[in-house]
C-alpha cells in the first residue's frame, strides 16, 4: 500500500471523489451566490417613509433567488451523507462479504438522539443485520460514537442530526428551502470602524414591508446593510447562514465521520482534502489526493466576497491620499491581487473598539504601504 494516505484502506479510496464531488457541488453554489450577492443593483430595495417625528426605511422588494441554488444546496447534502452510508456500507461488505438482500436492507447510519432510540435500531440489526452491526461489534462501536444522542444540549443540533434532517426533506418533501436574511446593519462614517456600531439582525428571512430601521426626521445617518442567504431547518424556525451550514456539514463529514467510521480512532493525519481532480482518471488515486486543496469552496467563497468588498472600499480610501494614483490604476492594481493576498493586508486594518493614537498611526502606515505598491504596479515613481 502506497506511504500516502496509509490510514486509509482500499476499500475506501473511493469516498475521497464522493467528498471532492460535494464540495465541487458546494463551489457551483458559491458561484451563483457571489454573483447573486454581488449583483451591481444590490439585493434589497429600500424605500424612506416619513413619519411624524422620524423616517423609517422600509424593505420594498428582494431580487429573487436563483432556483437552481437549492437545488445543487440539495444535491450537496445528499451527496455527503452518501459518502458516509457509502463508507459503512464498504465497511460491512469488507467484514462480512456480499450480503444478501435482506441484510444490505438494514445497512444505514442512523442519527439517533436519544439512546433509546438507538438501542430500538440495533435492535432490528439484531434480527435480520449483518455480523458486523451485531451487538458489541466494532463497527457498531464508531457508529454510537457519532449518534447526536451523545450531544447533551440540543442533540439535534448535532451533524449527523443536521444531515438527517436537510437530506430526508429534500429526499422526500421539497429542495432546500432558503431565503435572504439580513445578517447586520452597521452605521458607517467612523474611522476606524467600531463593532459597537453594528446591529446584528434576528435569524428570520427578511420580509417586503419589514422596517429596518428608523432615523429622526430630517437627519441622515448611513448605513451599510449585509444581506446573506439563509437555509431552513426543515420543521425549525432556524434560518442560519447557507453557505456556513454547507461548510460545517461538510467539514465534519470529511473530518469527523467518515475517518472516525473507518478507522475508529480520532482522525488520523493527513487528513482527506476538500476536492481534488476527479474530472480525470488517476493511476494513482492515493497521490491524486497528495496534490488536493485542503481550502474548501466555502472558504474560497467567504474570501471571494470579503475581497470584493474590500477592492470597492479600498479603491476608495487610497483614492483620497495624497500621491495617490487614479481610481482606475487603484482597481487595475487591486485586481492583480489574489484573494489570499488581498485580505492579509486587509487584516493589518482590522477594526477595533479603540481609537488610541498609535492605532491610528498604524493604520495609516498600511495605507502607505498599499498605496505605494499601486504606484509601482502603475509605473509611477515613489518616494524613497
Not at 446593519?185 to 422596517?211: C, F, K, M, N, Y
Request: net charge negative; with cysteine; aromatic share 4%.
Amino acid at each position: 500500500m502506497s506511504s500516502s494516505y496509509a490510514w486509509l484502506p482500499d476499500h475506501h479510496v473511493a469516498v475521497a471523489a464522493t467528498l471532492a464531488h460535494a464540495d465541487e457541488l458546494i463551489g457551483e453554489v458559491a458561484s451563483l451566490l457571489f454573483d447573486y450577492q454581488t449583483q451591481p443593483e444590490g439585493i434589497i430595495r429600500l424605500r424612506e417613509v416619513p413619519m411624524v417625528t422620524h423616517s423609517q426605511t422600509v424593505v420594498t422588494g428582494m431580487s429573487p433567488i436563483p432556483c437552481k441554488i437549492p437545488l445543487l444546496v440539495a444535491d450537496a447534502l445528499v451527496v455527503l451523507r452518501n459518502a458516509i452510508e457509502h463508507t459503512l456500507f464498504a465497511e460491512i461488505e469488507h467484514q462480512d462479504g456480499s450480503l444478501d438482500e435482506k441484510a444490505a436492507k438494514t445497512v444505514e447510519m442512523p442519527a439517533a438522539q436519544t439512546y433509546e432510540a438507538f438501542e430500538a435500531w440495533v435492535k432490528v440489526r439484531a434480527r435480520n443485520g449483518s455480523p458486523s452491526l451485531q451487538r458489541g461489534s466494532e463497527l457498531l462501536k464508531r457508529i454510537e460514537g457519532l449518534q447526536p444522542f451523545h450531544r447533551n444540549v440540543n442533540p439535534q443540533e448535532h451533524p449527523m442530526a443536521l444531515l438527517a434532517l436537510h437530506t430526508n426533506h429534500s429526499k422526500h418533501r421539497a429542495p432546500a428551502v432558503t431565503a435572504v436574511r439580513l445578517a447586520a446593519i452597521h452605521r458607517e462614517g467612523r474611522t476606524p470602524p467600531s463593532l459597537a456600531d453594528i446591529e446584528r439582525r434576528p435569524e428570520v428571512p427578511l420580509q417586503v414591508g419589514e422596517v429596518i430601521a428608523e432615523t429622526p426626521r430630517g437627519q441622515h445617518i448611513p448605513v451599510a446593510l449585509f444581506p446573506t442567504i439563509g437555509i431552513n431547518r426543515p420543521g425549525t424556525e432556524r434560518w442560519p447562514v447557507l453557505m456556513k451550514e454547507l461548510d460545517e456539514l461538510a467539514t465534519w463529514v470529511r473530518t469527523q465521520a467518515v475517518p472516525r467510521l473507518i478507522t475508529g480512532i480520532e482522525p488520523p493525519v493527513p487528513v482527506l482534502p476538500a476536492r481534488y481532480e476527479i474530472s480525470v482518471g488517476h493511476e494513482d488515486e492515493r497521490r491524486a489526493l497528495s496534490h488536493g486543496s485542503a481550502t474548501s469552496a466555502a472558504q474560497l467563497h467567504s474570501d471571494r466576497l470579503g475581497a470584493a468588498s474590500a477592492r470597492l472600499d479600498m479603491v476608495e480610501t487610497i483614492a483620497q491620499m495624497d500621491d495617490a494614483p487614479s481610481a482606475e490604476q487603484l482597481s487595475a492594481w487591486l485586481e492583480s491581487l489574489s484573494d489570499q493576498d488581498l485580505l492579509a493586508r486587509m487584516r493589518q486594518l482590522r477594526p477595533t473598539a479603540a481609537y488610541e493614537q498609535e492605532t491610528v498611526l498604524s493604520y495609516f502606515a498600511v495605507l502607505e504601504k498599499m498605496r505605494d505598491e499601486a504606484r509601482r504596479f502603475a509605473d509611477l515613481p515613489v518616494e524613497q
